[in-house]
């Protein structure tokens, strides 16, 4: 009797042990890559979207513990921790206003002729 099938194996289901493997490997494969130097560099963008995260949470973590450690010196309960909380943020809102309304770099040097 012919079958219609080719006469391969059928697909077997994936083991645990080949994706542990294989995760693995790709960490190996990062960390050596990272080690010699040929990791991939974040491009612009990347770093720029690094910048601005850091300093929004540098903002508001910044403006907490400021306020909460002026409110434990004065004991003015969580006035302060508040007062500060809004200037932390307002401060990490600003600086990412200006850090977005910045020119970017010529890539060439043009500007360098001037």
């Given at each position: ?22 995760r ?18 974040a ?29 434990k ?11 500060f ?30």
């Amino acid at each position: 009797m012919v079958e219609d099938e080719p006469g391969q194996v059928p697909k077997l289901a994936e083991d645990a042990r080949l994706d542990s493997l294989e995760r693995r490997l790709e960490q190996a494969q990062a960390t050596e890559a990272t080690r010699t130097g040929r990791a991939p560099a974040a491009d612009a963008n990347e770093q720029l979207g690094n910048r601005v995260l850091s300093t929004l949470i540098g903002g508001l973590v910044g403006g907490a513990l400021i306020g909460w450690v002026l409110d434990k010196l004065f004991h003015t309960g969580h006035v302060l921790l508040i007062v500060f909380l809004v200037l932390g943020t307002v401060g990490g809102f600003w600086s990412i206003f200006k850090l977005a309304s910045q020119k970017p770099a010529a890539a060439d040097g043009d500007d360098q002729r001037k």
